[in-house]
């Protein structure tokens, strides 16, 4: 982060470019998304959800596993941390990238929330005084997304359309950051990944934002609307390809809601 005649801006960097991010931008975006996740409300900002076994916390519900446990997921919590130590934030002394989840099960983290121990407190009060910072995390996260969708292409005629269809949702005409199409990228790359892992995939097809740009209409007059769709798309085939013991039909109502929200 940085000051500009006295206007805050995040600078993150694109393909090594320096794209800066003003303070309304960023609150804006963060304002958003704490919506989508956690419906605005500080009881969600550390939180476990129902039927997963991890706990996700910030205004991202980043996630955080407990010690040894493993996941097809990616775990995102030790990277906002990371990003943090690197602005020079002051964190609890007990919280690094390495550290793991302080309580074990979903019974002893809610034991910890309801008695808000002295652990819980600390943490609840970095995340809620950190809102900026993780939204910044979130940008630049999306940023790093593009180079990391281009190296996992091996056809350069593919990759020149995803990099173009990227920045179509970045960009206004005129060329200036389009603050709801930066919205939706980063909040469906908060929400859904990068769609680069190999774990991530179900029957092996994916449901991030590299397959979701895959199957993006560019030359649809809405882009607002065009991604939501390419996004529902993406997120209906995850729930048809997944595991009939996960359940992830109960989410479709609520993504599809959250998916809305790009366009309407």
Same mark, same amino acid.
């Given at each position: 982060?940085?000051t500009?005649? /006295? ?12 794209? %800066?991010?003003?303070q ?12 989508n996740?956690?419906?605005?409300? &500080? ?5 476990? %959800?129902?039927?997963? #076994?991890?706990?996700?916390? /910030? ?8 010690? *040894?446990h ?5 775990e995102? !919590?030790? @990277?906002v ?9 002051? @964190?609890? +002394? ?5 550290? #793991? ?5 979903k019974?002893?983290?809610?034991? $910890? ?7 819980y407190?600390?943490?609840?009060? !970095?995340?809620?005084?950190? @809102?900026?910072?993780q939204?910044a ?15 996992n292409?091996d ?6 359309? +995803? ?9 206004k005409? #005129?060329?200036? +950051? &389009?603050?709801?199409?930066?919205? +939706?990228?980063i909040?469906?790359?908060? !929400? ?6 190999? =774990? ?5 097809? /994916? ?8 199957? !993006?209409?560019?030359? =649809?007059p809405n ?6 769709? $390419?996004?529902?798309s993406?997120? &209906?085939?995850?729930?048809?390809? =997944?595991?009939? $013991? ?7 109502? *609520?993504?599809?809601?959250?998916? &809305?929200?790009?366009?309407?």
């Open positions: 982060m940085k500009i005649a /006295g206007i805050l801006f995040v600078s993150v960097w694109l393909m090594g470019a320096s794209l %800066n991010i003003s309304q931008q960023a609150a804006y975006i963060a304002k958003k998304i704490w919506q996740e956690g419906a605005g409300k &500080d009881k969600y900002l550390v939180w476990w %959800n129902k039927g997963e #076994d991890f706990a996700s916390v /910030g205004i991202g519900h980043f996630i955080w596993f407990p010690k *040894g493993t996941e097809r997921f990616r995102v !919590f030790p @990277m941390v990371a990003y943090m130590q690197q602005q020079g934030v002051t @964190m609890p +002394i007990w919280l690094t990238p390495e550290t #793991d989840l302080p309580w074990q099960t019974e002893a983290f809610f034991k $910890a929330k309801n008695t808000k121990t002295k652990r407190r600390e943490l609840f009060s !970095f995340l809620k005084r950190t @809102m900026p910072q939204a995390f979130m940008a630049q996260r999306t940023a790093n997304a593009l180079p990391q969708m281009l190296e292409i056809d350069p005629k593919k990759a020149d359309v +995803i990099k173009r269809r990227f920045e179509h949702m970045l960009y005409k #005129d060329g200036s +950051i &389009d603050e709801r199409g930066l919205y +939706i990228l909040d469906y790359t908060n !929400f859904k990944g990068e769609g680069t892992l190999e =774990s991530e995939r179900y029957k092996g097809q /994916g449901w991030g934002l590299l397959q979701v740009l895959e199957h !993006f209409n560019e030359k =649809s882009k607002y609307r065009a991604f939501s769709n $390419a996004a529902k993406m997120l &209906d085939r995850r729930i048809r390809n =997944s595991p009939p $013991a996960r359940g992830e039909e109960r989410w479709r109502k *609520g993504w599809h809601v959250r998916l &809305d929200t790009y366009w309407k």
